[in-house]
């Protein structure tokens, strides 16, 4: 654990934010009526008329006097008669809802979304106690249908025209716009949103406002922003108050992904299959000792089952387990005691209830596989009295003990057409051997694809290989090296401190097969816009995401790709109003490469974190 020094104290920001951005005290409950029966007020709500005190000027229009306050985190403003130009639900066409349309009310949105009450706290509140400003809450509301959770914000209409949006600490999931505009429908239509935290201005137009639609927390999440006319007939904005937080900036290194796991082969319909496995095909899967399979053309044969063979109880896209005689060695070293077969051509080294049934062949649903499998997988159905049935037997051959599972002229799906072919699993060496007896030319049904090939299980796509011409192939293990990533938790709140924990992600090992995880952090007072590259250290690729080694911060070595440290945020050391900047590092032996090449230095960097430094 580390406290800054009192060295790292030069920079504040100009101006300290005091006081917490949105506060959710004070003020009366107003009554909503339903705008929208039966549909309940709490849900779509809309007050009369509320005298604001003062006529509120806006550029180009009378200044209101009065504001219709609706349960969607919208205030319309009037002059004493009721808003025109409403909207129901929310904004359901956008840019056009905030202009307001022919003869439309002006508007100010706050977190404009499609909004309910539904917690005992609920409430919406005017409060009207200091002179000159008019302010509206909304309180503990939540998207329409969500079950929460709930968020709290507000506006301040000031009687020189400023208008003050205010905002808790919202959702994730929260959504909507923010803003501002003069209605009468104001615009073109193409406009598009601004990022109020960071400034912006509308120029002549009296509309400006935020697009906060995504999925992410939204950037005015416990903040506020004022909203200032611009003197040219439109609105600017700026930040007035944040509370503590930590923002991620710029990126770590390295992201790289290599598929190698998987291997198929999609034939489209039944007369490419036909075209392509002639009767006494056989592919073969033989155990490479790399985590991975040697690929190849087979020399088995189809194996007729006995008529002591198994008949599995398969029906249309149907699976069973099947219990050999002794576990089936699977690649990566684990025994399978039990495998699932499936009706539609295919063996999955997981019993039933983990895999699904799948129907014709489907390459998402091979790579997405959540366990591996292998398959000749089409769409079948053994149900039906004349179609064959899938069967199993075990024989020893040449002293090893082998595994068959037997399509035998099953037909395929909504026909009476049938194929013939065999899996064959070696429980003493792992080895896999796909036969094909009989395929058929066509079908009178629809195309009915067949997929071939190895599901390793949530695996990368590697493309698709020619199993004609582009076997022997190696399978070994996706290589998924993510960047390394720094994040900071809980926000830096000086009341009077707050122990901030630096996490970090995706560290590599020092060596390969050491187990151990080196890293260390650095806080600084500047960060560089952009990022420096420090391809001349030998890092290509990785960036310095901090201007300055201010003060180093122990990281203690890690058995794990995830280690931690610990800073104190102390009024002592850092004043309310700092911005503090973090990036880590991981070192690696460069004598063993990175999957993604080169890297000579043997240095890892992470993404940059911000922190801004307040007393709420």
Known sequence: MRILSPLLLLPTLATALYGQCFTPAGGTAIALTSASPPIAA?????????????????????APTHAVIESNGAIYLTNGGPAVGTVLFGPQNGVDDLRGGPGGSPRIVVLWSDLEGIAATWAIRTDTTVPGQFTVRWIDVENVGSGGPTVSFGATLFSNGDIELAYGNLAEDSFGYAGVSVGNDVGTGLEVGDDLVAGASS???????????????????????????????GYSSSLTCRNAEH??????CYEYQEANEALYQLFPNVAASFAAIPSGTSIQFTIAGNGGYQVANGTAVFVPPPATA???????????????SQPFPYTDGTLVPTIA??????????PTGVNSNGTGGSVTSLLNAPAPSFRS?????????ASGKVKRHEAVVGGQPILYVTWDNVFIYNTTVSERFQFQLNLATGEVAIVWDTLVPTVTSTSRPLLVGLAAGNSFNPGPTVLATQLPQLTFPDVDQRPLQLDADPAPVINPSTAVTYTLTNL?????????????????????????????????????????????????????????STVVFSAAQIPAGSVIYAQAVALFNPAFPLPNGQNAFGLLTSNGVRSFVEPF
């Open 42 to 62: 709490n849900d779509e709500g809309r007050s009369a008329p509320i005298p604001l005190g003062f006529a509120f000027p806006m550029p180009g229009i009378t």
């Open 203 to 233: 120029g002549p137009l009296g509309l400006l406002f935020g697009d906060y639609l995504g999925l992410s927390r939204p950037q005015i999440s416990g903040k506020s922003v004022r909203l200032q006319q611009n003197g040219l007939g």
């Open 247 to 252: 923002e991620n900036y710029g990126f770590g």
């Open 310 to 324: 198994t008949v599995l109880t398969l029906t249309d896209d149907s699976q069973v387990n099947v219990t050999p």
């Open 341 to 350: 077969v499936c009706s539609n051509g295919f063996i999955s080294m997981a």
């Open 377 to 385: 997988q089409r769409d079948y159905n053994p149900a039906p009295a």
């Open 508 to 564: 590599p090992e020092a060596a390969p097969g050491t187990g151990i995880h080196l890293a260390a952090l650095f806080l600084s007072v500047g960060s560089v816009p952009g990022g420096l590259d420090l391809g001349f250290l030998g890092a290509p690729g990785c960036s310095a995401w901090i201007a300055s080694l201010d003060l180093p911060v122990v990281v203690p070595p890690s058995l794990t790709n995830t280690a931690t």
